[in-house]
């Protein structure tokens, strides 16, 4: 009678954490052997353990396998102080409490085994407010199981479990046909501009994705829906605030706006522009040939990339010379007590001052102004 109230309780109440966790070995239901009573073991050992971010040779070897049969790079490329520089030397791990509750905070592995065999990891930075996906690496004998949907199934199940509240996908690339997976979970939020990273929240009377990075123009929240969706295909730098301040739908022409500021009149240009330039291309019986036009310069400022501060923000908005440069594990001195803070320019990325203004104009004056920044020159 137990398990026929059980199937008919499943069958009308879905529950992730107990589906996901169902296969895992600690939670199969083992029955006695009616000849010695001892369990009955399955046939196989499915296995998800959390673990500190160290190196092991078998970590490493899975990372290879996957980095050369997955991503196709060549192996002079793989190496194994590149694998501990990657992933294996994140935040340092430390327990906290949460509403009375232990919390995990740190870098970690979450490592899948079956048998024994350790056959993919989930890479992991745990926050006070969120579980972050920073990278999944599995062996090639399991390209069938669809780790993809697995680890992130288990990653929305650890923060619900954990009360992290968030759960962070990394970046979304709407032109990279390879991460249009991440719009399959609802609801999800995006950046407004530029596709920048997204951020996903878990409420845990449900499976609910909501945002934490912001429209960088007004700094409000936008769901990835399919009107989204359409406005991305249409431009390529997209600002929904813009759009809604505008008064411009999906299907309206942008001819009806009137008494626009320079600002917004090159807003709107440059979207008609892409979808010309997209017209052309699938017009044109001749496919388009030549390099792709490279900047000048190596600076991320260079790029004009939406979202991140300009050189002269940087300048005005935040006091580079006030950050920590870590020398070793005695040494640590701020950026303004060198010589040669002076005599290098913001936009050379082959400086400290540079590499400095890059990471400060990713991050943001709000963010930047209200943290102490360390740079280990040691990692």
Same mark, same amino acid.
């Given at each position: 009678?137990?398990?026929?109230?059980?199937?008919?309780?499943?069958?009308?109440?879905?529950?992730?954490?107990?589906?996901?966790?169902?296969?895992?070995?600690?939670? %199969?239901?083992? =029955?006695?052997?009616?000849t010695h009573q001892d369990p009955i073991e399955p046939d196989h050992k499915?296995? &998800?353990?959390?673990?500190?971010?160290?190196?092991?040779?078998? /970590?490493?070897?899975?990372?290879?396998?996957?980095?050369?049969?997955?991503?196709?790079?060549?192996?002079?490329?793989?190496?194994?102080?590149?694998?501990?520089?990657?992933?294996?030397?994140?935040?340092?791990?430390?327990?906290?409490?949460?509403?009375?509750?232990?919390? /995990?905070?740190? $870098?970690?592995?979450?490592?899948?085994?079956?048998? *024994?065999?350790?056959?993919?990891?989930?890479?992991?930075?745990?926050?006070?407010?969120?579980?972050?996906? &920073?990278?999944?690496?599995?062996?090639?004998?399991?390209?069938?199981?669809?780790?993809?949907?697995?680890?992130? %199934?288990?990653?929305?199940?650890?923060?619900?479990?954990? *009360? @992290?509240?968030?759960?962070?996908?990394?970046?979304?690339?709407? $032109?990279?046909?390879?991460?249009?997976?991440?719009?399959? @979970?609802?609801?999800?939020?995006?950046?407004?501009?530029?596709?920048?990273?997204?951020?996903?929240?878990?409420?845990?009377?449900?499976?609910? %994705?909501?945002?934490?990075?912001?429209?960088?123009?007004?700094?409000?929240?936008?769901?990835?829906?399919?009107?989204?969706?359409?406005?991305?295909?249409?431009?390529?730098?997209?600002?929904?605030?813009?759009?809604?301040?505008?008064?411009?739908?999906?299907?309206?022409?942008?001819?009806?706006?009137?008494?626009? $500021?320079?600002?917004?009149?090159?807003?709107?240009?440059?979207?008609?522009?892409?979808?010309?330039? /997209?017209?052309?291309?699938?017009?044109?019986?001749? =496919?388009?040939?030549?390099?792709? =036009?490279?900047?000048?310069?190596?600076?991320?400022?260079? &790029?004009?990339?939406?979202?991140?501060?300009?050189? $002269?923000?940087?300048?005005?908005?935040?006091?580079?010379?006030?950050? /920590?440069?870590r020398i070793d594990d005695s040494l640590t001195v701020s950026l303004g007590?060198?010589?040669?803070?002076?005599?290098?320019?913001?936009?050379?990325?082959?400086?400290?001052?540079?590499?400095?203004?890059?990471?400060?104009?990713?991050?943001?004056?709000?963010? &930047?102004?209200?943290?102490?920044?360390? %740079?280990?020159?040691?990692?």
């Amino acid at each position: 009678m137990f398990f026929v109230r059980e199937k008919k309780r499943r069958r009308n109440n879905f529950d992730l954490t107990t589906a996901i966790h169902e296969a895992e070995y600690c939670n %199969l239901e083992r =029955p006695g052997d009616p000849t010695h009573q001892d369990p009955i073991e399955p046939d196989h050992k499915f296995e &998800v353990v959390l673990e500190a971010d160290s190196f092991t040779n078998e /970590k490493y070897a899975l990372f290879a396998n996957y980095q050369k049969t997955v991503q196709k790079e060549a192996p002079s490329s793989i190496t194994a102080s590149g694998f501990k520089r990657f992933l294996c030397s994140g935040i340092g791990q430390r327990v906290v409490s949460a509403n009375g509750k232990p919390r /995990k905070l740190g $870098s970690y592995h979450h490592c899948y085994r079956l048998d *024994g065999r350790l056959i993919a990891i989930g890479f992991l930075d745990l926050l006070p407010n969120g579980v972050s996906s &920073v990278y999944l690496v599995y062996h090639e004998d399991f390209n069938h199981w669809n780790f993809g949907k697995i680890s992130a %199934l288990q990653e929305i199940s650890l923060a619900l479990e954990g *009360g @992290y509240g968030y759960y962070y996908m990394g970046f979304y690339i709407h $032109s990279c046909i390879k991460m249009r997976y991440k719009g399959a @979970y609802k609801p999800t939020y995006i950046l407004g501009v530029s596709l920048k990273p997204r951020v996903s929240k878990v409420d845990a009377s449900d499976i609910k %994705l909501t945002p934490c990075p912001k429209d960088p123009e007004t700094y409000e929240w936008d769901p990835l829906d399919s009107e989204t969706i359409n406005r991305l295909n249409i431009r390529d730098y997209v600002s929904l605030s813009r759009e809604r301040r505008l008064g411009i739908t999906v299907s309206q022409s942008t001819s009806h706006v009137s008494n626009l $500021s320079e600002d917004d009149q090159d807003y709107l240009h440059q979207g008609q522009q892409a979808n010309d330039d /997209k017209n052309d291309e699938m017009s044109s019986p001749v =496919p388009r040939r030549g390099p792709l =036009p490279q900047p000048q310069s190596n600076s991320l400022f260079a &790029v004009n990339m939406p979202g991140v501060m300009t050189p $002269s923000e940087v300048s005005s908005k935040i006091d580079l010379k006030r950050w /920590k440069l870590r020398i070793d594990d005695s040494l640590t001195v701020s950026l303004g007590d060198l010589a040669i803070f002076y005599e290098t320019d913001i936009t050379d990325p082959d400086t400290i001052k540079g590499l400095a203004a890059e990471f400060a104009a990713t991050l943001g004056s709000e963010l &930047v102004n209200g943290s102490q920044i360390i %740079l280990d020159w040691m990692r």
